[in-house]
């Protein structure tokens, strides 16, 4: 577990704040992602957990605030930007998300060849050193609909760590699966956390959070409510919302 | 009078059958062509270029084909141009055609997942090239049954190019019926041949649909 | 310099206006015959016996395979000679009904097999006969699902029509290819029917979209 402030933090959020319209999802967020921390966000549904993570590789525009990584802001309108942004911070959906016309194998390469030029051979050389560390080397050649939604998740990350990312952005990835599929995505999310990935995890997997990340955020209508290590909040939740949230989850 | 016998009547309208296939294949490849250089302006450009094309589509989609083959007719002779039968017909249907393809295969690429351009953008690919690589092969396997299906469309199109002249399958189907007095049993025969052409194409576009649901 | 003269066209207004009403005419008296025959049609088709399916899978996939304009030329010119003489209203009444009954029939199936499992198992725990059920509980629902596609075809059909004017039925497109026959303003005249045309189209879908959920298909919350 990295010391809590080093150099400058890899992602910096300052005073964020997003609306959808006459709504407003985000009301003001601070945080500072030190390299190589694990944080994970917690809270209930419509609190903005996955508009923050959104936030951070652009998928959503916040409209008032500031958001760096690697100490360059966002810049929506240069297209050039987005995509250096988007090499530096890799995403996994909770859908997965995996492009049904190609193979395992195929998806995994297919950024490293069109973005980073890659030659073809690297490239597959790349993903099949991947595949065995999420532990699926065997299903290079095979079809994302012939694999279970463990195996899918487990491709997906491969598939952005093929980038070579700064930080990995994981918005509930585990939700979308059979519980008997959970552990194994996350052994391989855990191993990520101690080769010294920064994680930015939105996860209602409580157990996990206390065991591997380094801070835990709960989010409440828009705002970070609490912060602190895992210790203090799942030990010792300090305002009513936190402890209403947590006391939820045993039900 | 003379006699027609069943085998004269069907041979003279399989000789103007070439003609229906012949407009047909045109109208088809053209208007596809003129489709997918649409498509590709109402993804490229912005919001001005969609409501042109979304004008366009309406425009064929709420006007009669008929009309349509009337306009292109007229409206080149008015230009000075010699117009045949058969350049009015291919413009008129190419340009009918390549309406309602695009908008076809419009729906085809918004019917690819959100989810999908999402992962394709979070890979920093370029927007070319999520368009190329992610959207577009998922796109076009939706895009081939009611492409397929459309020909039949086309094909039931030409018989209209009778009616500014074009001897085509209907036409010569007139013709005939009018100099045989058999209009029944000429435009029975002429309407069998239409389905002979057209079945074929029907069931195989519905065995496409098929395929492409069972994924 | 190409001189257009929309006046002369504009100025034969009471044909131009019988045209568009023939054309609504026709419209109006078509679309309930063709939902009915749909409707029954739609409901042999799924639950009826096998004979009476094929036939009316014969008599849609004849319908879909053959253009318009051969049905309509073999009802008129065709049917004469095997006895049975009609109008050029009534042949274009008859086509017109059939070819919407035909498409009709299709899509209202597709509406009705979208049925969810569940609302046949109620209906029958609930004791009703296989009208009730067909009417009150299947019926409805598949016609508000495939409202679109079924405003579509009507409208597919009402420009179709413009084609009845070749057997000398008084509609739009006849009203506007006698005006150029007068006047030899061809090209303005088909603009001006062709633009109506448009409009009608445009108004039939809003109305059709805007009445299906009032009087078709029972009131839904949005």
Not at chain 2, 26 to 55: K, S
Not at chain 2, 171 to 199: E, H, Q, R, T, W
Not at chain 3, 21 to 42: E, F, K, N, R, S
Not at chain 3, 116 to 125: D, I, L, N, V
Request: proline share 4%.
């Amino acid at each position: 577990m990295p010391a809590e402030v080093q150099a400058d933090p890899i992602v910096r959020i300052t005073a964020l704040r997003k609306s959808y319209g006459a709504n407003e999802v985000l009301k003001g967020i601070d945080l500072d992602v030190s390299r190589g921390e694990v944080i994970a966000i917690i809270g209930k549904s419509g609190s903005g957990k996955s508009t923050l993570l959104r936030c951070v590789n652009g998928l959503e525009q916040f409209q008032d605030g500031a958001l760096t990584v690697n100490g360059k802001p966002l810049l929506y309108e240069s297209a050039m930007a987005m995509r250096a942004l988007r090499q530096q911070v890799g995403m996994i959906f909770q859908g997965f998300n995996l492009f049904p016309h190609l193979s395992v194998g195929r998806n995994v390469m297919l950024a490293p060849t069109l973005v980073k030029k890659r030659s073809q051979v690297d490239a597959a050389e790349q993903a099949r050193a991947l595949l065995a560390r999420v532990g699926l080397a065997e299903k290079f050649d095979a079809m994302p609909d012939q694999l279970s939604g463990g195996q899918q998740q487990r491709v997906a990350i491969a598939r952005a760590l093929a980038m070579e990312p700064a930080v990995l952005l994981c918005d509930e990835i585990t939700s979308a699966l059979d519980p008997e599929l959970v552990g194994e995505v996350l052994r391989v999310v855990e191993s990520l956390a101690e080769e010294g990935m920064t994680l930015l995890m939105v996860t209602h997997e409580m157990g996990f959070a206390r065991k591997v990340a380094d801070r835990v955020v709960f989010m409440h209508q828009g705002r970070v409510h609490e912060m602190g290590s895992p210790a203090e909040l799942f030990g010792a939740p300090q305002t009513p919302e936190l402890r209403q949230f947590l006391s939820s989850l045993h039900d | 009078m003379i006699e027609f016998t069943l085998w004269d009547i069907v041979r003279n309208l399989l000789l103007a059958l070439r003609w229906t296939v012949a407009l047909s294949a045109i109208a088809f490849i053209g208007g596809g062509l003129v489709g997918g250089l649409l498509l590709t302006l109402r993804i490229g450009l912005g919001r001005r270029t969609q409501r042109l094309i979304a004008l366009y589509v309406q425009l064929f989609q709420g006007t009669p084909l008929l009309m349509q083959l009337f306009l292109a007719y007229f409206g080149l002779a008015l230009l000075g141009l010699e117009v045949s039968a058969w350049t009015a017909a291919t413009l008129a249907l190419t340009l009918y055609t390549s309406a309602y393809l695009v908008e076809i295969w419009r729906g085809c690429v918004e019917a690819v997942p959100r989810g999908q351009w999402e992962a394709a953008r979070s890979l920093a690919l370029s927007f070319g090239e999520q368009l190329r690589h992610v959207i577009l092969p998922q796109a076009a396997r939706l895009a081939i049954a009611p492409t397929v299906g459309f020909l039949v469309q086309v094909i039931k199109g030409t018989a209209l190019a009778s009616v500014i002249g074009f001897v085509e399958l209907t036409k010569a189907g007139s013709m005939i019926a009018n100099a045989s007095f058999k209009p029944f049993l000429v435009f029975g025969c002429v309407a069998l041949l239409y389905f002979a052409l057209c079945f074929p194409i029907s069931i195989f576009a519905q065995r496409l649909e098929r395929q492409t649901h069972a994924r | 310099m190409i001189q257009f003269d929309f006046l002369a066209v504009l100025a034969e207004w009471p044909l131009l206006l019988k045209g568009l009403a023939w054309t609504l005419g026709l419209t109006l008296v078509a679309t309930p015959l063709g939902l009915i025959i749909a409707t029954l049609g739609a409901w042999s088709r799924a639950s009826g016996p096998a004979w009476l399916r094929r036939a009316l899978g014969v008599y849609v996939e004849l319908q879909r395979n053959t253009p318009f304009i051969v049905q309509l030329f073999f009802i008129f010119f065709g049917l004469p000679a095997a006895g049975l003489k009609l109008s050029p209203e009534a042949a274009s009444l008859i086509a017109m009904t059939l070819n919407l009954g035909a498409y009709g029939t299709e899509i209202l199936r597709a509406g009705i097999q979208a049925t969810p499992r569940g609302q046949w198992e109620a209906a029958q725990s609930l004791a009703l006969s296989p009208v009730q059920t067909f009417t009150r509980v299947v019926l409805p629902p598949a016609l508000q699902r495939v409202w679109p596609a079924l405003t579509s075809q009507i409208i597919i059909v009402m420009l179709g029509s413009a084609v009845c004017g070749q057997i000398s039925t008084e509609e739009l497109s006849y009203a506007a290819n006698l005006i150029q026959s007068r006047n030899f303003r061809a090209f303005e005249a088909f603009i001006i029917a062709t633009l109506t045309y448009l409009a009608l189209a445009m108004l039939a879908r809003r109305l059709l979209m805007w009445a299906g959920p009032r009087f078709i298909f029972g009131r839904r919350p949005a």
